[in-house]
């Protein structure tokens, strides 16, 4: 065996700066977005889509990435902690 790789480095490509990042130094961010759907018959029909996207690291420190995801996780924990 010879030198150990780590395996491909897959680029992802930051949707604020398009620089090529590293998989694994890329931020990635969920955006969940809700939209209603014209469909009169069914009752609110609600679709949710999520979006990842990737940041390099400096545009994920400009924009507050870190943050964002902070309080993400947050906001999932006090809903699994159920505050009724
Ligand atoms: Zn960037």
Do not use: W
Not at 22 to 36: I, L
Not at 37 to 61: G, H, L, Q
Request: with cysteine; aromatic share 10%.
């Amino acid at each position: 065996m010879g030198k150990k790789r780590r395996g491909r480095d897959r680029l992802m490509t930051c949707v604020s700066c398009g620089r090529a990042v590293p998989r694994d130094k890329a931020v990635d961010y969920e955006r969940r977005s809700s939209f209603t759907t014209d469909f009169r018959d069914k009752e609110n029909v609600t679709a949710f889509s999520s979006n990842v996207e990737y940041y390099c690291i400096s545009c994920a420190k400009h924009r507050k990435i870190f943050e964002k995801k902070k309080k993400q996780a947050e906001r999932r924990r006090e809903r699994r902690e159920g505050r009724f």
